[in-house]
């Protein structure tokens, strides 16, 4: 009999963001995949995480925090793709994104509780930060608590400095965005089975 691993459990913030996950999960069926909302908000995202990690069939999960940010580093396009830089599990996740073809930038994720705009998004730039979203931090920091020993953060670039969402464009930008978060579902999943599953 084959030695089963932890469950991957996909946390993402917004409606739209999981209908976008949870298509790209169909595409990939014979592989399991849990897709969690939280809502939007830090408050949201640490609650329904904790609340997620404590139902017995999610415990143990690998979280993979997910959803749309707002690029800050010169040169970003919507679509490209920002995973958290925290050790092992950002290299792993980084190169599966980019055997898959996606544009990857690793680097520091900031946390706001709000939409960043104008100046607010070059001070953060001014940081080292290179995105900005409101609950990658508290959905990690809630994983953690519970006991989470693999966790990684990957985000879709929907706003940059050029392409900010109150400017024309935005409806393109959006989808853009939508599409590659569907499409990252299998680099997802290839993370998960090389990185996390202990028979691999």
């Keep these: 009999m084959g030695r089963t691993g932890p469950p991957l459990l996909v946390v993402c913030a917004l409606r739209i963001e999981k209908v976008a996950l949870r298509r790209g999960a169909a595409r990939n069926a014979a592989e399991k995949v849990t897709?969690?909302?939280?809502?939007?908000?830090?408050?949201?995202?640490?609650r329904v995480v904790r609340e997620a990690l404590h139902q017995p069939e999610l415990r143990g999960s690998a979280v993979l925090t997910t959803g749309f940010c707002a690029g800050l580093a010169p040169g970003m396009r919507p679509g490209d793709v920002v995973v958290a830089e925290d050790g092992h599990e950002s290299e792993a996740l980084a190169a599966a994104l980019k055997a898959a073809g996606h544009t990857v930038h690793t680097g520091t994720l900031a946390e706001s509780d709000h939409v960043v705009r104008g100046a607010?998004?070059?001070?953060?730039?001014?940081?080292?930060?290179?995105?900005?979203?409101?609950?990658?931090?508290?959905?990690?920091?809630?994983?953690l608590a519970e006991g989470t020993r693999h966790?990684?953060?990957?985000?879709?670039?929907?706003?940059?400095?050029?392409?900010?969402?109150?400017?024309?464009?935005?409806?393109?930008?959006?989808?853009?965005?939508?599409?590659?978060?569907?499409?990252?579902?299998?680099?997802?999943?290839?993370?998960?089975?090389?990185?996390?599953?202990?028979?691999?």
């Design 35 to 46: 897709v969690l909302r939280t809502g939007m908000g830090p408050t949201a995202a640490d």
């Design 120 to 143: 607010e998004r070059t001070a953060l730039a001014a940081t080292g930060a290179i995105a900005v979203d409101m609950e990658s931090a508290a959905m990690r920091r809630a994983a």
């Design 151 to 200: 966790i990684a953060a990957a985000r879709v670039v929907v706003d940059t400095p050029e392409f900010e969402l109150v400017r024309v464009g935005t409806l393109r930008t959006g989808i853009i965005a939508f599409r590659v978060l569907r499409d990252l579902v299998p680099a997802f999943l290839d993370w998960h089975r090389t990185t996390v599953l202990p028979w691999r």
